[in-house]
C-alpha cells in the first residue's frame, strides 16, 4: 500500500508532465472505485481545464484545476497513476483514463479498487481532506504537539502513528521502521513516551520519510511510480518484513499482530519498559 513517500514521489513525477495541460477527455470503465464520481461530474468539472497545480494531503493527491474545482486522487491499496500512453496490450484494470492536452493519458490502474477519484466544485473544500491529519514536515508538528496528541492516550504508540487523522501518511512499513529507529516497543502505550521519546520519534519519521521519497519510494508489493517503475527503498527496511532475520545488535527481529497488522521489532533495541503494562 502507497504510503507519503510513494504518494509524494508519483506527485513530484507527475507534477512536471500534467501541470499546465488541459483535460480533454475522460474515459470511465464498467466498474466503480471504493469511490469515483459519476461520470457526468468528472466530465463536467475537467474537460477543457487546465490543471494549475499538484499537491498532496497525507496520501491524497491534490489536483487544483483552473477555475477553481479540485479533483482527488488516492490509490488505496493496489492503485497506479500511470502517464503516458497505454501500452499494447493494454494494462488491465485500467478504471479510468484521463487524456490530456499533447497527446498524453493518465491512467488510474487498481486491481482491487479500494480507489478513490472525487471531483469537487469550486468553492468546496474536499470533505475527504478534512479528516486528514498533520503533516509530518508542517511546523506545526512538534515534539509538544505530538506528546499533547497523546497524552492519557493508552493505545499502543505503533497504533498511535498509524492514525492518518493526527499525523497523516504514515503506513505500517514506515511505522515499524520508525519504532525501530527510535528505539521504542510498538506496544509502549502513547500516553507513557516521554519528551525526549517523541523528540526521537519526529526526527526518525522525517529522516526516514524524508530518505525514503530521495530513493523514490518502497516497493513491497504493488506499488509503482508514476513512470511504472518500482521504488528502491525495499532493500534498505531494517525491520519491516525481516522476522527471524538479526537485527543491526545481532538479536533476532520479531514479528508481532496489532489491530490486526504485522509490527517487526528487536526485543533488544526495543524493549518494553517496566509498568508499561
Ligand atoms: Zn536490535
Known sequence: MPELPEV???????APLLVGRRFLAVQVGDKRLRQQSSPQD????????????????????VFHLEGGATLLIHL?????????????????HVHLVFRMEGGLDLFFQ????FGQVLVFPPGVDPPPLAQVGAEPFSRKVTPAWLAEQARGRSRPIKNFLLDARILAGIGNIYACEILWAAG???????????????????????????HAIRKGGTTVSDYLNSKGEA??????????????????CGATIQRLVQAGRSSFFC????PLRDGNH
Open 184 to 210: 521504542l516497543h510498538p506496544a509502549t502505550p502513547a500516553g507513557r513516551l516521554t519528551l525526549p521519546d517523541w523528540d526521537r520519534v519526529l526526527a526518525e519519521t522525517r529522516r526516514i520519510l524524508k
Open 42 to 61: 468528472l466530465r463536467r468539472w475537467l474537460l477543457g481545464r487546465r490543471l494549475e497545480s499538484l499537491g498532496r494531503r497525507g496520501k491524497y493527491l
Open 231 to 248: 521504488g528502491l527503498f525495499q532493500l534498505e527496511l531494517l525491520a519491516y518484513g525481516r522476522a527471524g532475520e538479526p537485527c543491526r
Open 8 to 14: 509524494e514521489v508519483i506527485r513530484r513525477g507527475l
Open 76 to 92: 488505496g491499496m493496489t492503485g497506479h497513476l500511470l502517464a503516458g500512453p497505454i501500452p499494447s496490450p493494454p494494462l488491465p
Open 267 to 270: 526485543p533488544v533495541c526495543q
Open 110 to 113: 487498481d486491481t482491487r479498487r
